[in-house]
């Protein structure tokens, strides 16, 4: 009904996968693993705890969309899970490196070379083609335009007709997946979305996610997505959920309305923990 793609036995398989590494001290297949990450802004009496020691382990060629009423913490694991942050203790590993430990000159490269983003806000500079657009990941990291890449990302996204345009020249769901051919374009270990199917509406917003389902189904891609929408978060495997800046649960083959129904759970308690501060 949602369009999701297609999910059986590889789904299994992508479940059992999960089980064994929760918990597990090594994670051998984990894309992204962070151990007891916290992230505290400001100090003393204003101090907030965006993070209070999140442990997750997000396998490989999976897609994990993460969920929680507003102030959770969501922004601030992506960016933490994705080394555009520094958490203030933990350790957060892409495979086997520790992202915490890292110079920042080496993060810089690392992001470019082995992680991929997606904004709601696309993101594309408008005075290059669709084609430059999708190289720019690449030349960004010294590598040489490979075209014919280039040719085989917009061809996954279906837009290989217009590598020629510019942004201005595609619609809002046209502009998006050039930014997940972008996003791909260098093979990362993983995705991250944060909020991609904000600015789209329902037919849009439906395509984006089949495309992302995609391509873990079909490239091995790994996907890490934030979102508010019930119905984008059930194109995922696992639906992790924050509150508070604690995990609050996980839902494995999610539908919208189970989704929807854990985010009203959350809500509640939130609401009754601000009552009683
Ligand atoms: P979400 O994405 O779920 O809305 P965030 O990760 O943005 O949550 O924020 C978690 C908490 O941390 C919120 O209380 C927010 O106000 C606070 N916060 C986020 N960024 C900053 C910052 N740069 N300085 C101070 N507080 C912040």
């Given at each position: 009904?949602?369009?999701r793609?297609?999910?059986?036995?590889?789904?299994?398989?992508?479940?059992a996968?999960?089980t064994?590494?929760?918990?597990?001290?090594?994670?051998?297949?984990?894309?992204?693993?962070?151990?007891?990450v916290?992230?505290?802004?400001g100090?003393?009496?204003s101090?907030?705890?965006?993070?209070?020691?999140?442990?997750?382990?997000?396998p490989r060629?999976?897609?994990?969309?993460?969920?929680?009423?507003?102030?959770?913490?969501k922004?601030?694991?992506?960016h933490?899970?994705?080394?555009?942050?520094r958490?203030?203790?933990?350790?957060?590993?892409?495979?086997?490196d520790?992202?915490?430990?890292?110079?920042?000159?080496?993060?810089?490269?690392?992001?470019?070379?082995?992680l991929?983003?997606?904004?709601?806000?696309?993101?594309?500079?408008?005075?290059?083609?669709v084609?430059?657009?999708?190289?720019?990941?690449?030349?960004?990291?010294?590598?040489?335009a490979?075209?014919?890449?280039?040719?085989?990302?917009?061809?996954?996204?279906?837009?290989d007709?217009h590598?020629?345009r510019?942004?201005?020249?595609l619609?809002?769901?046209?502009?998006?997946?050039v930014?997940i051919?972008?996003?791909?374009?260098?093979?990362?270990?993983?995705?991250?979305?944060?909020?991609?199917?904000?600015?789209?509406?329902?037919t849009?917003?439906?395509?984006?996610?089949?495309?992302?389902r995609?391509?873990?189904?079909?490239?091995?891609?790994?996907?890490?997505?934030?979102?508010?929408?019930?119905?984008?978060?059930?194109?995922a495997d696992r639906?992790?959920?924050?509150?508070?800046?604690n995990?609050?649960?996980?839902?494995?083959?999610?539908?919208?309305?189970?989704?929807?129904?854990?985010?009203?759970?959350?809500?509640?308690?939130?609401?009754?923990?601000?009552?009683?501060?």
């Open positions: 009904m949602f369009g793609g297609s999910r059986g036995s590889r789904q299994a398989e992508q479940e996968g999960y064994a590494h929760l918990g597990a001290p090594v994670a051998v297949d984990s894309a992204v693993r962070l151990d007891a916290t992230k505290t802004y100090r003393g009496n101090a907030v705890h965006a993070l209070r020691g999140i442990d997750l382990s997000i060629s999976t897609f994990t969309a993460v969920m929680g009423p507003s102030g959770s913490g922004s601030t694991f992506l933490c899970a994705a080394g555009l942050d958490p203030d203790a933990g350790r957060v590993l892409l495979g086997t520790d992202l915490t430990r890292m110079k920042e000159n080496d993060l810089t490269r690392l992001r470019r070379t082995r991929g983003f997606v904004f709601q806000a696309f993101n594309l500079l408008p005075s290059l083609t084609e430059k657009n999708v190289l720019l990941p690449l030349r960004l990291a010294g590598e040489r490979d075209r014919r890449r280039a040719a085989e990302v917009l061809t996954m996204v279906g837009l007709n590598a020629g510019r942004p201005a020249q619609s809002g769901g046209q502009q998006q997946r930014a051919a972008r996003a791909l374009v260098t093979r990362p270990d993983v995705l991250f979305a944060d909020e991609p199917t904000g600015a789209l509406d329902t849009t917003a439906a395509e984006v996610l089949t495309l992302l995609r391509a873990v189904d079909d490239s091995g891609a790994t996907i890490v997505m934030v979102t508010h929408d019930p119905v984008a978060a059930s194109y639906v992790v959920f924050l509150a508070a800046g995990l609050a649960g996980e839902l494995y083959r999610p539908t919208p309305e189970a989704v929807a129904a854990r985010m009203v759970d959350l809500s509640q308690v939130g609401a009754r923990q601000g009552q009683a501060a």
